[in-house]
T-cell receptor, first 117, second 112 residues
């Protein structure tokens, strides 16, 4: 199956700093990428959806100025958590899909475990 | 707003039993569906794709009921390793960011 690489897998940062998470589709072009957050023992929560070359669409309650999403190419999207605080500590996962391909599924990255201290 | 709804569970099922759970969708334009499995602290992985009336893979059977707008996942002879969260995803043709809608998952616990 297609491969989506997410980096870093784990990151610890100090409160107030920014963290960038990368999501790359390695063997296909991702027209659309989805960013999720998952707190312990809770379900995946969609944060935002982005189409390549367009601004991301954020879910209600997700601050777009805090969670900056860039999807400038068909193989790379980044999520930057700005001015991170301990409550931002979570598991962040991306998924990617080529929506030009009929009936294709989305492929998930391995996730990034963010700890803000 | 397009929705994919799942019973979050948890479903506590004895090992060896058969378990089924449904996923309902609101967008009648959805043409294909996917079941993903997510293990604790891991990313979701594709379990099955459903393009027509259903699909079967070993102990797993997915069935699509377009009239009632739901997809079911049936697991026979359940094993301890089946414990996971199962995510349902609906896909509509035409592409674009709105083409995939994710459910929030059903938590399944297989007990010895």
């Amino acid at each position: 199956g297609a491969v989506v690489s997410q980096h870093p897998s784990r990151v610890i940062c100090k409160s107030g700093t920014s963290v960038k998470i990368e999501c790359r589709s390695l063997d296909f072009q991702a027209t659309t990428m989805f960013w999720y957050r998952q707190f312990p023992k809770q379900s995946l929560m969609l944060m935002a959806t982005s189409n390549e070359g367009s601004k991301a669409t954020y879910e209600q309650g997700v601050e777009k100025d805090k969670f900056l999403i860039n999807h400038a190419s068909l193989t790379l999207s980044t999520l930057t958590v700005t001015s991170a605080h301990p409550e931002d500590s979570s598991f962040y996962i991306c998924s990617a899909s080529d929506r030009r391909v009929w009936n294709t599924e989305a492929f998930f990255g391995q996730g990034t475990r963010l700890t803000v201290v | 707003r397009k929705e994919v709804e799942q019973d979050p569970g948890p479903f506590n099922v004895p090992e060896g039993a058969t378990v089924a759970f449904n996923c309902t969708y609101s967008n009648s334009a959805s043409q294909s569906f996917f079941w993903y499995r997510q293990d604790c602290r891991k990313e979701p992985k594709l379990l099955m794709s459903v393009y027509s009336s259903g699909n079967e893979d070993g102990r797993f059977t997915a069935q699509l009921n377009r009239a009632s707008q739901y997809i079911s996942l049936l697991i026979r002879d359940s094993k301890l390793s089946d414990s996971a969260t199962y995510l349902c995803v609906g896909s509509e043709p035409g592409g674009g960011a709105d083409g995939l809608t994710f459910g929030k998952g059903t938590h399944l616990i297989i007990q010895p």
